[in-house]
Structure formats: C-alpha cells, structure tokens
C-alpha cells in the first residue's frame, strides 16, 4: 500500500492507494501530527510527499525511518514531458494535481483548477506536456486580503451559498465580489483556453472546487484528491520503469 502526503499551505493531507485505488484520506494539522498517526503510516509499505512550504526535508527525514520515502520534486522521473521553464520553482502540486489529470484522461487537452489556498490553472496537452498555466488568490485569501489591507472592510466568512449579484450591505457586497469574481474568473479562463484547444477537458480540484463548480456555466469534471492521486501515480510510474 503506498501513502501519498501533500504538505500544503493550509493543513497537510495523506491518503491510502493501494495500486491506483484510493482506500483512506485524512487531514492534519502538521506533520508531526501526522507522524503520531501510527495506524495510517504502518499500513504503508512506501510513502511519497509533495510539498510548496519549508521544512519537507525534515518530514523526508522523519518518515524514513518509518518506511522508505520520496520528496518529489523538479528531478523526480514522472509521465509527463515538463515544459515549465523554471521547474525548479513549479509547486509541487501543481504539477501533481496535472499527473492526476493525466492519469484520467491520457493523451488529452486537459486544464487542471485547483481550488485550495490559491486557485491554481494547470495546462497539460494532447502531446503530454505540461505547460504552465496560471495562479491567482484563493476564495479565502480574497476575503482575508480585503480586510487586511483596507481601514474598515469586515473580515466575512466565507458561504457557499450566497448566489446574490447585487449587494446590499457590505458584508453581502463582499460575498458577491469574492464568490462572483471566482466563478467569473474560473469561466473566463475556461473560455480562453477553448479558444485554443476545441476538445479541452476540464478538471476541478482542491478544498473549494467541488462547491465553485456547482457555480459555473461551463461544464467541467469534479475530482476530489486529485493532487494526492497524481502523487500515488508517480509511484506507480515510477514502478513500470
């Protein structure tokens, strides 16, 4: 069973595969909290990890001792030809999260939107390589940069469930910046790359995908985990070679 580990910015998340079946997600705070997990990490006969902040060296460390472990990164042998010119600086799980897209939908057009702490474009084609793509704000940094860098705007709680264009008090004109912009943000750039790639398949990911894609107008596939089953799927890649 091979455990896949995505360090993020928000919480750290982990998750079971046997072979390219997922058996077990969990969320945690840290990696340590995640190294206390005995029941999660025994299960495990290998474990790879994917991570955009400091300090993976150490949960590198960590969970070798455990079990024999990976950190991906810019030299890891992966099944897509990466055509980003600064691969060194590519977050991890942006690339993982294309992996993942790749792993569904071989050989295609595919535009990967991860929907975490930013909202993250990710552009793989038909050939296999991954190009690049786009980052922007997340919906909860927009909230939080909003307050923090004005005088008086509240700090508003983030809900999914406001669909009102029209403002009318401040807290509901935030929401509708933020809730609306990201929709509009998310189909606008959906449209542009159709401009280009007629037969384009378009993935969803990340904490708030599955909520902002019940907003859109194009359609689009909604994977869960996606960036953790790109992960496992360098394992498995990695296994043929």
């Given at each position: 069973?091979?455990?896949?580990?995505?360090?993020?910015?928000?919480?750290?998340?982990?998750?079971?595969?046997?072979?390219?079946?997922?058996?077990?997600?969990?969320?945690?705070?840290?990696?340590?909290?995640?190294?206390?997990?005995?029941?999660?990490?025994?299960?495990?006969?290998?474990?790879?990890?994917?991570?955009?902040?400091?300090?993976?060296?150490?949960?590198?460390?960590?969970?070798?001792?455990?079990?024999?472990?990976?950190?991906?990164?810019?030299?890891?042998?992966?099944?897509?030809?990466?055509?980003?010119?600064?691969?060194?600086?590519?977050?991890?799980?942006?690339?993982?999260?294309?992996?993942?897209?790749?792993?569904?939908?071989?050989?295609?057009?595919?535009?990967?939107?991860?929907?975490?702490?930013?909202?993250?474009?990710?552009?793989?084609?038909?050939?296999?390589?991954?190009?690049?793509?786009?980052?922007?704000?997340?919906?909860?940094?927009?909230?939080?940069?909003?307050?923090?860098?004005?005088?008086?705007?509240?700090?508003?709680?983030?809900?999914?469930?406001?669909?009102?264009?029209?403002?009318?008090?401040?807290?509901?004109?935030?929401?509708?910046?933020?809730?609306?912009?990201?929709?509009?943000?998310?189909?606008?750039?959906?449209?542009?790359?159709?401009?280009?790639?007629?037969?384009?398949?378009?993935?969803?990911?990340?904490?708030?995908?599955?909520?902002?894609?019940?907003?859109l107008k194009n359609s689009i596939f909604t994977h869960q985990n996606l960036v953790l089953k790109g992960l496992n799927y360098i394992?498995?890649?990695?296994?043929?070679?």
């Amino acid at each position: 069973m091979n455990l896949a580990i995505d360090i993020g910015n928000t919480r750290v998340k982990a998750a079971l595969f046997t072979n390219e079946a997922l058996v077990e997600v969990k969320w945690y705070h840290s990696i340590d909290e995640l190294l206390q997990d005995k029941l999660v990490v025994k299960k495990a006969q290998q474990a790879i990890i994917g991570s955009v902040v400091e300090g993976a060296e150490q949960a590198l460390t960590a969970l070798n001792t455990l079990l024999p472990t990976s950190l991906f990164s810019a030299h890891t042998e992966i099944p897509l030809r990466n055509m980003y010119l600064s691969a060194s600086t590519l977050g991890s799980d942006r690339l993982a999260a294309s992996i993942g897209g790749y792993a569904l939908y071989p050989n295609a057009n595919v535009l990967v939107i991860d929907c975490g702490t930013c909202i993250k474009y990710n552009f793989t084609n038909a050939a296999n390589e991954y190009l690049g793509g786009a980052i922007s704000p997340g919906v909860n940094m927009r909230f939080k940069a909003l307050h923090e860098f004005t005088s008086k705007l509240p700090l508003v709680e983030l809900n999914y469930d406001f669909k009102d264009l029209i403002g009318n008090n401040t807290q509901h004109s935030i929401l509708s910046g933020v809730m609306n912009g990201c929709t509009a943000e998310i189909d606008g750039f959906i449209d542009l790359y159709r401009e280009q790639y007629s037969d384009l398949i378009c993935v969803i990911t990340g904490g708030d995908g599955e909520h902002l894609a019940k907003r859109l107008k194009n359609s689009i596939f909604t994977h869960q985990n996606l960036v953790l089953k790109g992960l496992n799927y360098i394992l498995y890649y990695q296994s043929l070679l």
